[in-house]
């Protein structure tokens, strides 16, 4: 790839499949710099990255923090209650102020989709979405590729399966657009109510089989169940859940095979996955927050080094 | 006043006119049409190559007064409705406060007989404050000058309610106009369920939440026997189950709006907010069915439910986004250009669907072009082709699906009541 051009990291919808491969190399440069004994480049040095947080979140917030500090940014965190956006100005009244700062670049999480693009829209200052509703989170889903490329060496034909509630799931959207791209066959495994309409218009494969997603698959990425969102008295119980969707140390034995376990996090023992497995040697659930750190500083980099045609 | 309109193709469908004709104005009422009127006039209007047609009836427009005059007025909404070609308009009641009783209705006629310049009739509540829960005083809301009722914006759920308001409404003769969406399943949902609302992880609304409110307000009106009118039918179960309904004589019309026979979900992509209403834009066979039902009678009229909001409320996130758009100036429009141009609707059927039908339905004694009928007419430049954008839109609120987009067909004369409300420049 001959340069960067695109100002916003919005989704992975959006990019080509030689952009996402070349955010995944520039990632992979970057991971060597938090081995370091001294933890830092100057790539973003006197640039400001704003962290604009509508929504609670711990472990991307600082993963982008992290990243953004690696590369010599100045970082500043901003928190705003979904519950007073009613009250308080618009998300690009926001927006404008912040830029009004000189902030560089823009990291945003918001529970309405769509929120990042209509920011991107208004301002000159670069944007990355950390996740909008359920729409995308294209950092996630890098990192999540990033550490299967590390992990297999290759995406190409890989069969990875999403299991968990698709239907509210932003990380699977994102993983379903990069995968394909890539050329993994995806499958995804929920109960029927938790897989949104038309779904394999995207280019996966449904199941609502657990064993058939493991059996297939090189890699299962497992979603967080959010149980508090239960909206819907067809909304599976807990246990119930457990039973049928997850994943447990005798599922992954009965495969008589290696397969990688992933999960965005935060986990849920018990709930989708077994502490067992979350804890044994199938799981690269922690590797998969440290490549986080590799794969938001390229980001970063990227955008705010773009050539905009 | 006299105004004299030569050699313009005079569409009449109450009087199966299709041909070259001379018309003649006088005192408010068309008083002659013939093949060369020789008569003197005060104005004259050549109108080779182009439309005469009795001017639009639209039966479902938000004015907003009293209450939302952010939004739009009866002064600037019935403006636009003149430069749209539309001489009546039906005023939904879901303002501020809602049109539930004979005071507000009292209220807003005066606002009308003061501000408005094209006919504006009034659509009270069926329940109080729209809640669902009370019906309205049907008798002394008709005695005040109401002509409908309708709790737009939404159904009334409970069924035994509903039943109770059509029993009523038979009782007094008046037309239920009936917004069909069952809430626990169209819920929080913004657009319509589908592939584009999961790529675009927007909460959807399955179209089961129409088509089922349909079926029970048809049941209804069977049971009860009073006149319903089924509004923005977007969806193809919809438009079948009102085709079977009026197969078995049941009292039931139905309108759907330019959108829903032009724009699709897909439109939504890139969260676009003038893409969002209720019900929402639907899928390829659904907008095929609005056309093919409006070709065979199982829909009757085309409104524009004409829904301004102001920029607050339209530019921002999506899913926080008000539902509706603005459709009066660009109804017709849309239609000519889907519709007239794709050969789906012959000029009598289209002009049937946006005049005469609607009246009939309302009983107004409107569009038609007969002898001594109200001179509500219009002229039309059939193949003017035109941009929208926000410039050109008058109303106060810009929120069109079409800003951008290239229609044809041109309104040149609006003429109201024998007076000239609108010409083009």
Redesign the interface.
Known sequence: MEKWTKKDLLGLEELSREEIEHVLSTAESFKEVSTREIKKVPALRGKTVVNLFYEPSTRTRVSFEVAAKRLSADVINVAIETSSVKKGETLTDTGKNIEALKADIIVVRHSSSGAPAMLAESLKANVVNAGDGWHEHPTQALLDMFTLKEKIGRIQGLKVSIVGDIAHSRVARSNIWGLTKLGALVTVCAPKVLIPEGIEQMGVRVTHDIDQALKDADAVNVLRMQFERDESAAFPKQLEYFKTFGITSQRLKKLKKNIIVMHPGPINRGIEISSEVADGENSVILEQVTNGIAVRMAALFLVSNSQQE | MSILIKQGRVIDPANKRDGVFDLLIEKGKIVKIEENITDSAQTVIKAQGKIVSPGLVDMHVHLREPGREDKETVSSGTLAAAKGGVTSVLAMPNTEPAIDSESIVNLLASIIKKDAKVKAYISAAITKGRDGKKITDFKNLKKAGAIAVSDDGCSVDSKTIMLKALEEAKKEDILVICHCEDHSLS?KGVMN??????????C?ISKESEYKMVARDIELAKKTGARIHIAHVSCKESVEIIAKAKAKGIRVSAETAPHYFSLIDESVS??DTNMKMNPPLRGVADCQAIKKGLADGAIDAIASDHAPHTI?EK??????AAFGVVGLETELAVAITELIDTGMLTWLQLIAKMSLNPSRILNLNQGSLGINSPADVIVISPDKEWVVEEENIISQSKNSSFLGKKLKGLIDYTICQGKIVYQSQ
Do not use: H, P, V
Request: glycine content about 20%; proline content about 0%; cysteine-free.
């Open positions: 819920k369920k589908g592939f584009f609302s999961t790529k675009l992880g927007l959807g890139g969260y607050n530019a921002i996130e999506f899913d926080r």
